[in-house]
């Protein structure tokens, strides 16, 4: 048992001091595209959310004279996000050649299954909204929680990975480097101190060999510490800028925001 353990901890020194910094470089440029993409989602799904806040508004304001008999919150709230989900991608579409930049957008929206999003996103809103009356009214901020959290396209990146998952991961990324540079300090000591004991001090030529290699041991040591922390406050920087949780948080204020306002207009 005990060969076996010092042949992994072998095995590991020297695979680890030979890819070790790599290793982590790959770690971060992966995290990098993958917190971008997170990031372009969830401000599409901001975005939507913003635009049904701004059409809700603009009903309100044309309906600021009195409302009809036959108007019922149900009924308001479909046609928000109809009119809504037509406006912002179905006549954007048809509109595309007038704009430089909506083809790009257009492609991006199918790569992200943005579309697909927002028509789940209605319909799971549908769904629990159809059936509340004046008597009954809803919990929005529950409402507007599960329709987001339960979206398919928008809870996953593609349609396969888990946004939240992966947030995690991301967040906790910034300590992992560190503690990768931490042990990359510890490989190097380790791979450089059995050389000590082959110095011959009657020797010189050979002290100074097995000394010059001690020290190129020491360096990756201190390298490998220098480059974790390096990338742990760049992607900590990363973090705070692209915060994909104050954006969740926002969205989900602002489509709150909009069914308790339907809610009131049709109920006042």
Aim: glycine fraction near 6%.
């Amino acid at each position: 048992m005990t060969i076996m353990i010092n042949d992994m901890c072998t095995y590991l020194i020297q695979y680890g001091t030979e890819n070790l910094m790599l290793l982590m470089f790959l770690v971060f440029l992966v995290g990098v595209v993958l917190k971008m993409l997170m990031y372009y989602l969830i401000r599409c799904e901001f975005n939507l959310s913003s635009a049904i806040e701004t059409r809700t508004h603009r009903y309100l304001k044309s309906n600021s004279g009195g409302k009809e008999e036959s108007v019922t919150f149900p009924g308001v709230v479909e046609s928000i996000l109809r009119r809504t989900y037509e406006e912002l991608y179905l006549k954007r579409k048809r509109m595309f050649r007038k704009r430089k930049g909506d083809p790009q957008v257009a492609v991006l929206h199918k790569i992200f299954l943005v579309e697909d999003g927002a028509r789940s996103l209605i319909a799971d809103t549908l769904n629990q909204t159809r059936y509340h009356h004046e008597d009954n009214k809803p919990d929005f901020k529950s409402i507007s929680r599960y329709v987001f959290m339960s979206n398919p396209y928008f809870n996953k990146l593609w349609g396969v990975i888990p946004i939240g998952m992966m947030n995690s991961v991301l967040s906790i990324l910034p300590s992992l480097f560190i503690i990768g540079g931490i042990l990359g300090t510890f490989l190097g000591i380790s791979k450089g101190l059995p050389a000590l004991k082959a110095i011959d001090p009657g020797n010189v030529m050979a002290a100074q060999a097995t000394l010059g290699q001690f020290l190129e041991s020491m360096t990756f040591a201190m390298n490998s510490s220098v480059v974790g922390i390096f990338l742990s406050v760049c992607f900590t920087i990363m973090n705070t800028f692209l915060a994909v949780d104050s954006v969740y948080l926002r969205l989900v204020d602002k489509f709150t925001h909009s069914l308790e306002l339907i809610w009131k207009d049709t109920n006042a």
